[in-house]
């Protein structure tokens, strides 16, 4: 099982980036793949997930963040939209059974993470 993420840069406040989570070794309509962030000198947080049971979302990102997937290229994609500087931090995509989970030890395998900057 892999997850590469990527897609990151360094835009400003208003922008909008689109990360992808290229998959192998499961399928991901299968799974439930999750996004999660990193601030610097910051928890690990959770940012949205989908799965079989649909997509649950950060309260902080709701109604401006997306994901998505295209199970033809088995990757799985976090629209980010109306980006603020607080968006910072990297990304990490993680696979886990079925269900959607907001818990990060809930996820079995993580990518290497990509770096998302929002600043003026």
């Known amino acids: 099982v892999q997850l590469q993420a990527f897609g990151g840069g360094f835009v400003e406040p208003g922008s909008s980036l689109r990360l992808s989570c290229v998959a192998s070794?499961?399928?991901?309509?299968?799974?439930?793949v999750g996004w999660f962030r990193q601030a610097p000198g910051k928890e690990r947080e959770f940012v949205g997930a989908?799965?079989?049971?649909?997509?649950i979302y950060a309260g902080s990102v709701e109604g401006r963040f997306t994901v998505s997937r295209d199970n033809s290229v088995n990757t799985v994609y976090l629209q980010m939209n109306s980006l603020i500087p607080e968006d910072t931090g990297v990304y990490y995509c993680?696979?886990?059974?079925?269900?959607?989970?907001?818990?990060?030890?809930?996820?079995?395998?993580w990518g290497q993470g990509t770096q998302v900057t929002v600043s003026s």
């Open positions: 993680a696979v886990r059974d079925r269900f959607c989970s907001r818990n990060e030890r809930d996820y079995a395998y």
């Open positions: 070794g499961f399928s991901v309509g299968h799974y439930a």
């Open positions: 989908i799965g079989w049971s649909g997509k």
